[in-house]
């Protein structure tokens, strides 16, 4: 498995982002993918989770309501649309491939991890 995270950068406060995560080896078609973050000094927390088949969903309740998980299949891709972004949402953010098909917000259900994509928030 080869997963690609992208589309990190830096936005102001109240700004969106969209994040990608490529799996280039279609691995995970059959499991479910999750972003996780991690800010300097702090361990590593869950953000979202999506099953195989698209449902369903999990969400960290610090990002309830302003993420969207989404995969599309067809391009063995998941998105990460982020909006209202403050500066707690600073962190390198990283997608995993899990054993299984269904979301799961632990990190030891995840098999397979890509590198991260930098997210600052900042005016």
């Known amino acids: 498995v080869q997963l690609q995270a992208s589309g990190g950068g830096l936005v102001q406060p109240g700004g969106s982002l969209t994040l990608s995560c490529a799996d280039s080896?279609?691995?995970?078609?059959?499991?479910?993918v999750g972003w996780f973050r991690q800010a300097p000094g702090k361990e590593r927390e869950f953000v979202a989770a999506i099953s195989w088949r698209g449902n369903p969903t999990t969400y960290a309740d610090s990002v309830k309501g302003r993420f969207t998980i989404s995969r599309d299949i067809a391009k063995n891709t998941v998105y990460l649309q982020m909006n209202s972004l403050n500066e707690e949402d600073t962190a390198v953010y990283y997608c995993?491939?899990?054993?299984?098909?269904?979301?799961?917000?632990?990190?030891?259900?995840?098999?397979?991890w890509g590198q991260g994509t930098q997210v600052t928030v900042s005016s």
């Open positions: 995993a491939v899990a054993y299984g098909p269904v979301a799961a917000d632990s990190p030891s259900r995840y098999r397979y």
């Open positions: 080896k279609r691995t995970s078609s059959n499991n479910a």
